[in-house]
């Protein structure tokens, strides 16, 4: 629903390049502040932030117990701040409840862990639906959850950003924290997939 | 505001699609909005409540329509414009006519990492104790004010219980209004599916929101 036709494409194209040109004659944003904003979200703060999270709360108890204590906290320790994450909590899946984060009121995402959003998150497909048939979303994700399993979906209505933490998949016993990092993904932190192996 | 933002429980749009190969931006105009959006925003002329109340005041149909960063765009022509730093002729000319207001305020490239490193934290002090305790039963108070809100509408009248006392936060719907940050408690309420969707629905689900103290009463 949210392709956009060439026509609509060179639309933006130029008002966007009106907007830009205004504002840097203006003074007002330096081109080069949005080439940096742009790498950072590019380049360095992604999901593989958020999986060596993971894989080290899979690996390490006490940090695991921290970072359900205060998440904020606990990444900052790796290195990991910022904007869209300021306010940083952690749910843990278990064998009894599967958690899911939505914001059905914007996009309200952990950027600082999980860098930017994708599109479906921002859509009203998913925002309408996860609050209230989230079997039904994670089925389009080919996710079954068992029916006996709760599912906790946690609407990021403040400041607060959730990272859903998976559990471990079973067969990774010694694995190391980089080799565990990549049985996670960007959705199985979301809560729309689980930690697989590769 | 009961705007097109306030998603939670609608129905029609059809299934979510996720696309996995979906590229970080689909048109190279995308990024730049994100970065406009982000550097203007430096400037301090609004709060980041003042353009999520920019963004859900956009026409609900193309709110509904448009991409995300094209609502971004829209919205921010709209914030340039109110705060008197970009006019719409300016914009659609891409001549300037006046000079910008606060280039003083410029985000230098040079500090964006530190800027995106520090964020916006929204955690306040506050002299007067949280009303609220964790396992209290609560109920979402039921209010549809014009102005910006956090307070989903799938969740008004509805009784839930608290999960966490969170912190003092600044409040959206003032702070979106020019009202100052107002800081409240903030809390993690929990309400069951059945209790937002009817006893029909999957007893294994349960919903939690971030409500501000003003959002909630004693049930």
Redesign the interface.
């Known amino acids: 629903m949210h392709d956009l036709s060439d026509d609509d494409t060179e639309t933006m194209t130029a008002r966007v390049r009106a907007l830009e040109t205004v504002l840097v004659e203006k003074g007002l944003v330096d081109p080069a502040a949005i080439d940096e904003i742009i790498a950072t979200y590019s380049e360095r703060v992604g999901p593989k932030l958020g999986a060596g999270v993971v894989a080290r709360a899979w690996t390490e108890p006490d940090f695991a117990s921290r970072l359900a204590a205060d998440a904020t906290a606990a990444v900052a320790e790796m290195g990991i701040s910022g904007r869209q994450g300021e306010h940083l909590n952690a749910v843990f899946n278990t064998g009894t409840r599967h958690n899911l984060v939505v914001c059905t009121l914007c996009s309200c995402y952990p950027w600082s862990v999980l860098g930017l959003p994708p599109t479906w998150y921002k859509s009203p497909p998913y925002r309408a639906r996860a609050v209230r048939d989230p079997r039904g979303v994670l089925a389009e994700f080919g996710l079954s959850v068992a029916p006996e399993t709760e599912i906790r979906v946690w609407d990021s209505t403040a400041e607060l950003r959730y990272l859903v933490i998976p559990e471990r998949p079973e067969g990774t016993e010694g694995w190391s924290a980089e080799a565990l990092a990549a049985c996670v993904s960007r959705d199985a932190m979301i809560g729309t997939a689980l930690a697989v192996r590769p | 505001m009961n705007g097109p933002?306030?998603?939670?429980?609608?129905?029609g749009?059809?299934?979510?699609?996720?696309?996995p190969d979906?590229p970080?931006f689909?048109?190279?105009?995308e990024?730049?909005?994100?970065?406009?959006t982000?550097?203007?925003a430096s400037?301090g002329h609004w709060t980041l409540d003042e353009s999520?109340h920019a963004?859900?005041s956009l026409p609900p149909a193309d709110y509904?329509?448009?991409?995300?960063y094209?609502i971004w765009?829209e919205a921010?022509?709209v914030l340039?414009a109110r705060h008197g730093?970009?006019s719409p002729s300016?914009?659609?000319?891409?001549?300037?006519e006046r000079?910008?207001r606060?280039?003083e305020r410029?985000?230098?490239?040079s500090?964006?990492?530190s800027?995106?490193?520090?964020?916006?934290?929204?955690?306040r002090s506050l002299d007067a104790p949280a009303r609220f305790a964790a396992g209290d039963t609560v109920r979402a108070v039921n209010m549809h004010p014009e102005g910006h809100t956090?307070?989903?509408r799938?969740v008004r009248g509805r009784i839930g219980r608290v999960e966490a006392v969170?912190a003092p936060?600044?409040l959206?719907d003032a702070n979106a209004h020019g009202g100052g940050e107002a800081p409240e408690w903030?809390y993690?309420v929990?309400f069951s599916?059945q209790e937002?969707?009817g006893a029909e629905?999957?007893p294994?689900?349960?919903?939690?929101?971030?409500?501000?103290e003003r959002y909630l009463e004693p049930a």
């Open positions: 933002q306030d998603l939670g429980g609608q129905m749009f059809g299934p979510v699609a996720p696309d979906e970080l689909h048109a190279p105009w990024p730049r909005v994100l970065g406009m982000v550097a203007a400037l999520r963004r859900e509904l329509r448009w991409p995300y094209r765009f921010l022509l340039l730093e970009v300016e914009a659609a000319s891409a001549q300037v000079p910008g606060r280039p410029r985000l230098e490239a500090r964006v990492a800027v995106l490193a520090r964020g916006g934290p929204t955690e956090r307070l989903p799938y969170r936060h600044v959206p903030l993690t929990v599916g937002l969707w629905t999957d294994g689900l349960s919903v939690a929101v971030d409500a501000w």
